[in-house]
């Protein structure tokens, strides 16, 4: 009888294949890494240190260029998704990728290879895409190519890069795309290394996909700090906003040429602009200047443990000189759920949302 029902359970097993779960897998930089830079021991953009994470879990650094959560976090909780694991982490095996995807996203990394060079160690979107090819080489050896394919074309895609093209590469003297390109003729050349990139994703099995826009990235602390005024510059703002137009056109050119592909755009800038313009309307107090600082020696490119933190951190904007804190992240979140109607996994219309969890408090921040 043992026998009989051993054999039944393997019998079920090989006719049944792998009952995998719909997970994701992100590909971005530093508004999207959970941890892939702090194994990267050379690399200058890190988020290892306090007080990044201080609203995250044990409140402790874990790799997030913010005091909570990403909008990756928040948008992958709402749908019911589990938060994927960094690509580095050392505890990431067959077994976690299926239960969890993985989160490839590298900060200073960009579209392009040669952006963030001055960082010294990151992953460019090609260089995660290749990650990606040899997690799927894992997949397929432990379940096989059918469930493989399956698996891959369930899971959830985001791709969420451009700001470091610009901040870290074209507006900067040093690049050599800064004095070869044009604004116009720079965009193109990102758009079409995009499209490259995302119909690759797609041959790779990718069918549900989103692509985040830009936000006013002119107004982010550093920006302004660098300006002689102190305002937004106005520049790098229309930089981004070209970019979300020439990206959404190419997205909703794949999603019309693509099979079966599923291709949306996210964008929120006029969102994140209007809390920059008339933060009191949505609660906060302050939108130029980031909370964790080093008083009045600015810019301070990273929060340490020598900075000062503002007295309320749901009332700031931005985080440090680069990135949003958790409550602008949870707004940038719930506005991207907003217009592109996202469901969880065998969810209807019909099916009411349930609300977005607050930062983890089971896990360790990876």
Request: net charge negative.
């Amino acid at each position: 009888m043992k026998f009989t029902l051993t054999l039944t359970i393997l019998f079920a097993v090989v006719i049944g294949g792998c009952n995998c779960k719909i997970v994701q897998f992100i590909f971005g930089d530093s508004l999207s890494d959970v941890g892939n830079n702090n194994f990267l021991s050379k690399s200058l953009a890190r988020a290892n240190l306090p007080w990044y994470g201080i609203d995250f879990a044990s409140g402790l650094p874990n790799g997030r260029f913010c005091n909570g959560r990403t909008v990756a976090d928040i948008i992958g909780d709402e749908m019911g998704l589990p938060r994927p694991p960094a690509y580095l982490d050392q505890s990431l095996t067959e077994d976690v990728i299926l239960s969890n995807g993985v989160n490839f996203a590298s900060g200073g990394g960009g579209i392009l290879n040669e952006t963030g060079t001055l960082f010294i160690q990151r992953f460019s979107l090609y260089k995660q895409i290749e990650l990606f090819q040899g997690i799927q080489d894992l997949i397929r050896e432990k379940i096989g190519n059918k469930e493989a394919n399956k698996f891959f074309q369930q899971a959830r895609y985001v791709v969420a890069l451009g700001s470091n093209d610009f901040i870290n590469n074209y507006l900067m003297p040093v690049y050599r795309d800064s004095w070869t390109y044009n604004d116009k003729s720079f965009i193109q050349y990102l758009v079409d290394t995009q499209r490259s990139q995302l119909t690759l994703l797609h041959s790779l099995g990718a069918r549900e996909l989103m692509v985040f826009g830009l936000g006013p990235m002119g107004c982010i602390p550093l920006q302004r700090v660098l300006s002689r005024d102190g305002q937004c510059q106005d520049k790098t703002n229309q930089l981004a906003l070209a970019f979300n137009k020439a990206t959404n056109e190419l997205v909703v050119e794949l999603a019309n040429t693509l099979p079966n592909a599923s291709y949306k755009f996210g964008d929120a800038y006029d969102v994140v602009n209007d809390v920059i313009t008339n933060p009191g309307n949505y609660g906060f107090s302050n939108s130029d200047s980031p909370c964790c600082s080093f008083g009045k020696i600015r810019p301070a490119l990273t929060c340490n443990p020598a900075s000062t933190l503002c007295s309320d951190r749901s009332k700031y904007v931005f985080w440090d000189e680069y990135h949003p804190s958790d409550s602008a992240n949870q707004l940038i979140a719930k506005e991207l759920i907003k217009k592109l109607g996202f469901l969880k996994p065998n969810q209807t219309d019909a099916s009411p949302p349930t609300p977005a969890l607050g930062p983890s408090s089971d896990d360790d921040g990876q």
